[in-house]
Each structure stands twice: as structure tokens, then as C-alpha cells.
């Protein structure tokens, strides 16, 4: 391998130390898009060569980063097998050269001294926080065959149903993409349920009820003038965390005129520290403020015709408490506005928003102005403000605008996010269906979450949440078998205790290669390699919309006696009897798998020159710019090659973005209104208003007097950080939290209870109770607590167990937004008081 010059670059040395990351943050050296970007030239090996030794081989592999959902590229550096440094790939898109502060933490985790070393059984069938599970090592033949055993016995006795597959971040064809075939072929609906209920299908369903996609947008935020974030935490959590970075120096510090920022959440964090404006909504309420600002852009007048639509006489008759004849306006790319306008947004007045969400009037009024004169603009939430029970209207009423202003598709605005050009998979899985798995009894079994079941949650997609308590009672039916991948419900599901008594009576296989809560209850443990060891693809999460793919190479031999989570799904499909073990055995195991995938890319190459497997090994990510579509003053084009010179049809629009019954942004919802007679019954909303977005007023439970929010942070790494000492000590920056993470209280919130500040307290709800270190904050509410998401753990590793403050899981209800399903992760009430 070539050298390079051993000297340190000051580059190198800001970069190393983690400077480089704070510069590209202001924006120094940083720039997004083509012809934007000066970063480090690719990095190849450096040798050290002291007299009369060889010098240490060191090489770089392409990876890609598994601390949250960013997928950023990153070079991981191996001396003499050895894994001793993370880069952020210059060749990567996302990572640009650059990582956020958990990058560099992948060697904490692969050198984790807790980990799992190889597969167990376990001996003591008693279960519970406090009893040792009797662990011995096993080889993998006795785990896959006891594995693949229950399954023939559940199938064999036309039970299959009762076997569960739950996952929790799937990354691609390699993993999570393999399951689907696995239920079909098996014969269970519950194979798999994944995670996104307790992550954010609330915005997801939101605007799949106005746009008809049903996923994550992709934004071009380097273009965008204004960006209007609710409960986002854009520069604390926010996917992609570390391009948002880059993004926010180079749209707050280069870009001529300087994007504009109001920031919506319960407390002052980063994101609200550097906007131009800051709003402390209370808890819930985001959906008020939202219809707010569309009412003054309808009675100012300043939405955008091109895009809505138009009174046909040009005059504005949107009036505040005034109905509007639908038949004088004539609308362009939305459906139902002047029916919106008459049964919800004449009477949401700035002035009565302000009375709902503790917001002053002027500034609900002067950021309305704003987002509706600035083109372009984005309206972006997550979390913050749909994890209530009145989730999928606050998202409907944000979402709206977006349309309001012209956003879909255009030029600085949102998009939907492609996919890769993957090859076929070398078998194709409806060849191996046997007469079980196309007619057998489990098809007339209803998944266990109750996802889909006009008895449960009808129009979700997963209920991930429910599956431990329904287990439990029985509803519909009891459970056999459950196994996990990436997911620990009885740390991540609210009132997790559920879940515990749940698992007493399954049998559970966990795939973690660290000895979490989940883990702790395994009757079988199947540990996965770490990130660093995997070889395994990973598709963009939405991005910047043109397709993007990346694959992660192992930087080193597993460790110990691991496997990849895909091979070990593999390995138990060859062992179930009849055509679905000939399935996997063609199929054979993942590096099979991948290079099929690739062969896609030997007829539409990446802007790389990535045409093959090898090619992407090497360069570690595969994407094709631009993004196809744009939509310019209400015409919708796509790139032809050379420009966006193809104007597509109504029906290609149709089609391939607002994939609605009308074809158009649908203000009044069509699946919402296909679906009424049961929304009714099971919400009791309005059936004039439920297709719309509209105000409801969120049900807190819990029985307290405050407010308790849990946003994860910088160093959350989805709880993967939770045993690196060094992710613990910097998880909580500004109120100093080093060996606890503190629970931030407005001071004059504590006083009236008699509290000091750094006192230890205690939190109640009417699922239990936890105790932490409070610290004064005035950034935070009067009405509100707020806390991250990351400690409280009594299992996972030496230096996670027992670290305060106690779980915010075991004091939050479980409640969930019974149209998108979204987990309520916000919106418990919890009393405060001295511990």
C-alpha cells in the first residue's frame, strides 16, 4: 500500500482531536452539494519504520458507522489486527471526512470487555432482574438446531403463529430485508415486527395521510431560506446528526442569504440556542401553532398559487371567522382547502393559539410571516410533537405547510428518498412455498401487536409496544417463541416491568452481541459480530433523495465465536423442514446475497465508477446524482440526463410522488375518510373534521402535575453507548452531568416543592417510580421535566448497571396514537418530589 507523509497536518491533527467537527459545525472549510466540498484527500496507510523492525501493516477498510441511523462512511484503521482509529470517509457523501463526537467510538464497542463471546443456553429457568440465567457456552450447531427444532415442532403442529421475530434498526437486504421471505416461507405474520411504532411512525403516517408515500422526506436543506423545526432536535439527535452539522455551518455560515431558523421544543437545547428564534411550546400543543401560522398564510395571501391554487377572481376572501364558497377557488396540486378553511382554520387565529400553547401571540404571528414570505421553506417535526395521542393530527397540520408554500418537490424543499439499482436475489421465495405456506391456518391468524385489526390498530404498521402485554393476556393468543434482533423492549417499551413478566413465559432468543435487559431473560443467546466485524449492506436513511447505498466491510476477523445476525436467519432456514430449507440453501449466506445486489450496479454505475461487488468493497458506498424530480412553479419534471426538461403527466404524478386516490396533496385525506366509520368508533373525533388536520387536545396520563419529556441527545447512540465510559462522562455538556445524567427543572418549579438544587429526587407516575439528581435549568418549562434517554439500565454491562437517574421507561404509560400507532413517549405526567 502507498505511503504517505508521516508528518501531522494541522488538518489532521483538528480532525484527530475532533476540532475538524466543530469547524465544519461553523461552517469553516465546509460546503454541501457539487462543486461545494473541499475536504481530506483519501487517506491511505501511514508507516512508522524504527531501525531494525518491520513496520506495522496498517490498513484502511470501508465501513460504515452503527451509532444511530446516519449511515455515514467511515474509515476504520487496523495495525497489525488491531482496530486503533475511526475517520469519517472523505468519500462518503454523508460523512464527508467528518464524524459527530460518537464516531470514533466504534473500537469502545468492538473491544467492549462485556460482550458475548459466542453462543449460550441457558440453565436456571427462573427468570427476573435479579437471578443469575445459568449462561454456558454452546457450539452454534446445538444453537441453530435447538432453534430450527421449535420451529419444525410449532409448523409440524400448525402453530407457526406463535413464533415472533422482532427487530429493531434494520439496515438492508443483508439483515432485516431477509425477514420478510423468512415469514412467508415459515408461516407466521408476526415474522418480522419491527420497531418503527416506538420510533417515528407518527410522522411517517402523518404524511402518508396527506401524500399518500408513507415514509421519512429527504430535504435539501443547503437550499432551503427558512427552516421551521418542531420538536426536531436538528442539531442533538436529528438524522443524518453529523451531515446536519455540516449542513447547519454551511447554511448558517457561507450561504448567502443565510437560512433562517425558528426552532419549536419544551426546552432550550442546541438547536434553540442558535436559531434566530426560539419557541418554548408547552407539551403537545405543536399541532395548535401549526394551524395558527396556515391560518395567516391564508388571510395574508401568501401562499403559492402555483402550487394551491387560486380564488378564480384573484381576490383573497380568506377572512378570520368567514366561510369561503368552495366554488371560488380553483385548486392546482392540493385537494380540500376551502373546506379545511371553513371547518377548522378560519377560527385558528394566532390569538387563540397562543391561549393553547403558552406562546406569545406577536411571535406565533411573526413566524407565520415569515415561513409564508420566505420561499423556499420547510416545515420538518419528528418526535417532539407527534409522540402524543393527538400525534397524526399535529404532524397532518405541519405537513400542510409544506404544501402551502410549495415546498413538495422543489428546490430547497422535501422529497421522497430513492432506492438503490440492487440486482435480484438468486432464488426467488414464492418457488418455495409449500401448501403451508400458502394456505396453512397461520393465515387466518391476526398479528399479535394487532397491527392491521380493526380491533387494535387498524392503519399502522407496527405496534411493537403491544406485543409483550398482549402476549401476556392472551390477546389474541399467546406467544411460543419470540426472537430479537437490535431490539430491547424491556429497556426501550414504555412501562417495560410488562414485558419482563412477558418473557417469564416465552422462550427468547436474543441475537446482541452485549448483555442487555432483553438478554438477561434469553433462553438462547445467538450473539451478532459488532459493526466493525459485519460485512453487510446498508441503503440511505432519507437523505438528500438520490439514491445512495453503502456497504460495510469488516475491518477485522470477529473476535470471538459471533455471527452475522443475516447468516444465522440463514443457517436456521436450511434447518426448517420441506422447501424452505432448499430456499436458504441456495441462497447459501449473505456474501451471496450482496453480490447479487451488486450485479445491479454493473448497468447503472455509481458516480463513484462502483459498477461491482469489488468496487464497492473498495470504495465502501454507491450513489447516482441528481434526484430526479422537481417540481418548478406547480410543474413537475424530471432529469432527462441533461436537465429536468421532462414534465410528467398528471398520472406519472400520481403515480410516482403524491401517491393519493386524487393524485394531488390531499388536505382533506382520502384514506383518512376510507376509513371513518372505525376512527369514529375507536377515537370518537368529529366525523365532519378527522380527514383534516385539526386541533385535539392530547390526553396526558400518569396522574402528575408535570410534564415528562425524554429526548435522546448527542451521545445516545441508541443505547449502544451505554457502556463506554467515555459516551457516559460527555452524554449531558451543558448541565454538567458526568457520572449521572441530570434532571433539568426549572428553578422555581423546584422551590415550590422544597427542592435544592442537585438534590436527589424522586419521579412517580401511576406505573411506577425512579430517582435521579435534579439541576435548576431555566431553559426548561415551569410545567415540564426533561431528562435523556440513556441511563437506568440494570443490565447491559459494568459500567451501564445502576447509573442514575432510574429509566424514564418504567414510569411511562403506555399510550399510543391510535391511528399512526406512534408510542406516547411524551406525553406521561409525573409528580416531582424530594427522594
Known sequence: MESIDTRLSRRRFLQATGTASALGAAGLGTGLGTGLLTTLRPASAQANDPAGADPPQTRITKNICHQCPARCGIDVYTTDGRVHAIYGSTEHPISNGKLCPKGPLGTYILYDPDRFKGPMKRTNPNKGRDVDPGFVPISWDEALDTVAAR????????????????????????????????????????????????????????????????????????????????????????RPYNNNMQVWGYIRGVKVPKTRITAVDIHLNTTLAGADRALLIKPGTDGALALAIAHVILTEGLWERSFVGDFRDGENRFRAGERVSPALFEEKWVRGLVDWWNLELKDRTPAWAAEITDLYERDILATAREFGSTRPSIALFERGAHAHSNGVLNGMAIHALNALVGSLYAEGGLMGQMGPSYGPLPVAADDFKDDYARNGPWQDQPRIDLKGDPDGYLLANNMLQELGPNSLAGRPYKLDTVMFYQANPIWTAPNGQVWEQAMQELFIIDTSPFPGETAMFADLVLPDHTYLERLQDAPTYPFQGWPLTQLRVPAIEPLYDTKYYGDVLIEIGKRIDGPMGDYYKVLDNTENLLRHLAKGFETDPGDNGVNDFESWKEKGVWYKRPYIYRQVNGE?????????????????????????????????????????????????????????????????????????????????????????????????????????AYIEVNPATARARGIADGARVRLVSDVGSIEGYCKYFEGCRPDTIVFPMEHGHWAHGRWARGRLPGHCGEITVNQSDRITGQCSYYTTKVRLEPA
Open 151 to 238: 420451529l419444525n415442532r410449532l409448523r409440524r403442529a400448525g402453530e407457526s403463529h406463535r413464533f415472533a421475530l422482532v427487530y429493531g434498526r434494520g439496515w438492508g437486504a443483508s439483515c432485516a430485508g431477509l425477514q420478510g421471505a423468512f415469514g412467508q416461507l415459515y408461516g407466521s405474520p408476526n415474522v418480522a415486527i419491527g420497531h418503527s411504532s416506538m420510533c417515528s411512525d407518527g410522522s411517517i403516517i402523518a404524511k402518508k395521510a396527506l401524500d399518500g408515500v408513507g415514509g421519512y422526506n429527504a430535504y435539501d436543506y443547503a437550499n432551503a431560506n427558512m427552516l421551521l423545526m418542531f420538536g426536531v432536535g436538528f442539531l442533538e439527535a436529528f
Open 636 to 740: 413537475f419534471r424530471k432529469w432527462d440526463g441533461q436537465g429536468y426538461n421532462l414534465v410528467l403527466t398528471d398520472e406519472e404524478v400520481k403515480e410516482q410522488l403524491f401517491k393519493t386516490a386524487s393524485g394531488c396533496f390531499e388536505l382533506r385525506s382520502g384514506w383518512l375518510a376510507e376509513h371513518a366509520d372505525w376512527i369514529v368508533e375507536k377515537t370518537g373525533r368529529d366525523r365532519r373534521k378527522l380527514m383534516f388536520p385539526h386541533w385535539e387536545e392530547p390526553v396526558h396520563p400518569g396522574g402528575g402535575d408535570l410534564y415528562m419529556v425524554t429526548p435522546k441527545v448527542a451521545m445516545h447512540a441508541e443505547g449502544r453507548g451505554a457502556n463506554i465510559p467515555v459516551a457516559i462522562a460527555t452524554l449531558q455538556p451543558v448541565l454538567g452531568g458526568r457520572s449521572t
